[in-house]
């Protein structure tokens, strides 16, 4: 065969003139002997006179490390239903005596896709430690919250103060915030309206409902590194972030040759759409000096670190449907906590996207 005489060549050529093989062959152990009737290599032993088949007896020996070995092993795989490693390996014995077979048939079936889908174990995470407010008594609602995007403090000289007014509020699109919309309406209709929406226009605020994006990473560094920026940092800041959130791929990368840039949002806004690294080597120390261009490019590629960790192809975990039936999904983005944890994902479903707990 092929294959025993590319990886045993030595032991052929010994053992076809009746010779033995040397201790440090992976073979030595296993009494080989030369079938000079098929030309074959074959596991030798004291059961000759045993009544049981003549392959099993005496199986055919193969490499650990070979594609055709992954190939049998393949095809018994599927010939059994994807069943155990045991009842592969109790399979192939009966004919074939696979070199350190163990690890050979258990790395084949963890690459194999079908057994992975029916078997693997659904991703779990331990939850983030509860703030101190759920750990202290207090009378009911006494600590209360609500999701919104800011407003951030910046450093304007000696002094701390917000950005302004805002143009545009978005809120976190929950039915409960809907809930709240429909009651703050109805109480709006008893109060001055006019005043308000006088008031209102004259600020040019608009409130309006928002998915959750990219607020997560961009808070945590906020609230981390907020006080090291004034207003012209913290607006290159943001046009940083925007530039790194539009280079998210809206369709899949092509394997074409023709066609190797995959299509974002930055391609309808400017000619380009990857993220050039500014030069320079940043650090952590850049955070404290004098030049804030410095701390903004920091800042930045610390958000695009934090930002990128998505692309995975998960299975969506359903309870009322059999594993083989949950739908195939991509990451699209992740929310960690102020830890790094990954406690949920925002996951693509053919046309539609969800956000799923990990």
């Keep these: 065969m092929y294959v025993q005489r590319e990886v045993f060549g030595d032991e052929v050529k010994a053992l076809s003139r009746e010779l033995s093989v040397g201790k440090s062959s992976p073979i030595y152990k296993l009494d080989p002997f030369f079938d000079s009737e098929d030309g074959l290599l074959k596991v030798g032993g004291r059961i000759r006179r045993s009544d049981i088949p003549q392959s ?48 050979t048939v258990r790395n084949v079936l963890f690459h194999c896709v079908t057994c992975r889908k029916l078997k693997e174990p659904a991703l ?6 509860l703030p101190a407010d759920r750990l202290e008594p207090s009378p009911p609602f006494s600590n209360v919250g609500i999701d919104l ?17 805002p143009k545009v509020i978005r809120c976190y699109n929950g039915t409960n915030f809907h809930g709240a919309e429909r009651e703050l309406k109805t109480a709006l209709d008893e109060m001055e309206e006019k005043k308000i929406e006088k008031y209102l226009s004259h600020h040019h605020i608009e409130w309006k409902f928002n998915p959750p994006a990219v607020r997560k990473v961009l808070s945590a560094l906020l609230k981390e590194f907020g006080e090291r920026l004034n207003d012209e940092s913290l607006r290159t800041l943001l046009c940083e972030v925007e ?51 410095r701390c903004v490019q920091y800042l930045t ?16 975990k359903s309870d009322i449907e059999p594993r083989n039936h949950w739908p195939m999904g991509r990451a699209i983005e992740v929310y960690p906590d102020d830890k790094g944890t990954i406690l949920s994902a925002k996951i693509k479903i053919l046309s539609s996207v969800i956000v799923r707990p990990i």
């Design 56 to 103: 099993a007896k005496h199986p055919i020996l193969f490499p650990k490390k070979h594609h055709v070995t992954t190939l049998l092993i393949r095809h018994e795989h599927e010939l059994l239903a994807h069943s155990s490693r045991n009842h592969i390996l109790l399979n192939l014995r009966q004919k074939y005596w696979i070199i350190n077979a163990n690890a």
């Design 124 to 129: 779990s995470q331990k939850m983030t430690d």
């Design 149 to 165: 995007f800011g407003p951030y403090y910046i450093k304007e000289g000696r002094k701390e103060l917000k950005r302004g007014h």
């Design 243 to 293: 530039r790194i959130v539009n280079s998210r791929p809206l369709t899949t990368v092509s394997d074409s040759v023709d066609n190797l840039e995959p299509l974002t949002p930055n391609h309808l806004l400017i000619p380009k759409s990857y993220v050039i690294p500014h030069p320079g080597l940043f650090q952590k120390d850049d955070i404290y000096m004098r030049r804030r261009w």
């Design 301 to 316: 590629n610390l958000f695009w670190s934090r930002f990128r960790k998505v692309g995975d192809v998960v299975l969506i």
